[in-house]
């Protein structure tokens, strides 16, 4: 059965990565897999440079520069996964990885609080509150002379 053909890496439905953009590199893993772990190039780097991108605008390449800037070198988002035995699956799982870093940085931040004030009665039940916290604690004291 022929593999299906994917045409590149989906981050949202209005970005998808073309494959071409993307370069694997395969390295030994660290991880699990007994004694197959010393001949077996399981560990997946997949790499994404950011700058020569044809799939990017200028206002997106911004945000992930500003968002993804510390994990960028010279332009290039790199992605490692070696949790898994199999090579297939550290693929799978680095591919899932950089979709989520380029979406989470792709998405609007939070709304901008407005600021508000306080209304005139939570303002009075506040003070209330601290005026009879203050008269208990008053009324604790046991020293003569203290009370008012």
Do not use: C, Y
């Amino acid at each position: 059965m022929p593999s299906p053909v994917r045409p590149g890496l989906v981050v949202s439905p209005g970005l998808t990565i073309p494959r071409a953009e993307l370069t694997e590199r395969f390295s030994r893993s660290s991880g699990p897999g007994g004694q197959g772990v010393n001949t077996t190039d399981s560990r997946v780097e997949l790499t994404w440079d950011l700058r020569a991108s044809a799939v990017l605008s200028e206002e997106q390449l911004r945000r992930l520069t500003e968002q993804l800037g510390h994990r960028l070198t010279g332009g290039v988002l790199t992605v490692v996964a070696s949790e898994h035995r199999e090579q297939r699956r550290n693929r799978d799982a680095a591919a899932r990885r950089l979709a989520a870093l380029v979406a989470d940085a792709l998405a609007p931040g939070p709304r901008a609080r407005k600021a508000t004030r306080a209304t005139r009665g939570s303002q009075e039940r506040r003070l209330t509150a601290k005026r009879q916290r203050s008269d208990t604690k008053r009324l604790r004291s046991s020293r003569p002379g203290r009370e008012d």
